[in-house]
């Protein structure tokens, strides 16, 4: 019998804070991980482990990698993107927040070589054009794409 397929599922974190009338988010630089090196990602990424749920999985990530505690209910779901991506097949679960405990710090030095405030409208251009695409559907309250077929 053949092997069934298994697609992936990863969960991002788009963390924002509001100054001077203005929305920011904070972006990490990844480093050394062999995907989308030397290109910022959305705050937080991460795998989820056997039997965790998809917000226990953001929180943990959120602690991994930014060192910062989100609670359940400071977590807002913006959109799945089905994204068929040079390094897989993948379901991308995306949440927000503006809530936080903590100061924000590189946790994991090996993957992340810089953690900055944006300007939500003014993104680096090293960025991955599926982390833009997050970022719009969370300004744009859209819930739902596909990329990459």
């Known amino acids: 019998m053949q092997e069934r397929f298994m697609l992936k599922c990863a969960v991002f974190l788009i963390l924002t804070k509001k100054e001077n009338n203005k929305e920011y988010v904070l972006l990490q630089k990844r480093y050394n991980t062999g995907v989308l090196d030397n290109t ?22 959120t602690k991994e990698e930014i060192g910062v505690s989100i609670q359940k209910e ?17 379901i991308f ?9 903590g100061k924000e710090q590189i946790m994991e030095k ?3 070589s810089e953690l900055k405030w944006f300007d939500i409208n003014e993104l680096p251009k090293d960025m991955d054009e599926t982390r833009k695409i997050m ?3 969370y300004k744009n309250k859209n819930n739902y794409n596909e990329y990459g077929f």
């Open 135 to 137: 970022i719009e559907n």
């Open 74 to 90: 400071d977590l807002n779901f913006v959109s799945i993107m089905h994204a068929n991506v040079s390094y897989g097949d993948y």
């Open 93 to 101: 679960v995306v949440f927000s927040s503006n809530k936080y405990n």
């Open 110 to 112: 090996d993957k992340c």
């Open 40 to 61: 910022f990602d959305v705050s937080v990424s991460g795998h989820l482990e056997n039997n965790e749920s998809l917000e226990d999985a953001m929180i943990r990530e």
